[in-house]
C-alpha cells in the first residue's frame, strides 16, 4: 500500500504487511481515546528527499507500526 503525501514529487512511503490480523486496543493521540479494532503490523518505508540549491538531501525513515487491517 503506497501512501500519497501533500508534496508527492518529493515524499513517499511504501508501508508492507509483516504479521497477521490482531484484535488490539490502540491508543489514538490525534482524538485522545482508546480503540478497539482489527490491526496489523506494518514495515513502513518512508523516504524524503530535498532539493535546494545549496543543499540536497535524502531521509529515510524505517520503522514498525500497527495500522489498521
Known amino acids: 500500500m503506497f501512501k500519497r503525501y501533500d508534496d508527492a514529487a518529493s515524499h513517499w512511503g511504501v508501508f508492507i504487511?509483516?504479521?497477521r490480523r490482531k484484535w488490539l486496543t490502540v491508543y489514538r493521540p490525534d482524538i485522545d481515546v482508546f480503540v478497539d479494532g482489527v490491526y496489523r503490523m506494518h514495515l513502513c518505508v518512508?523516504?524524503?528527499?530535498?532539493?535546494?540549491?545549496?543543499?540536497?538531501?535524502?531521509?529515510?525513515?524505517?520503522?514498525k507500526q500497527y495500522l489498521p487491517a
Open 46 to 63: 518512508t523516504v524524503k528527499s530535498t532539493d535546494l540549491k545549496i543543499l540536497r538531501e535524502v531521509r529515510v525513515r524505517i520503522g
Open 17 to 19: 504487511p509483516i504479521s
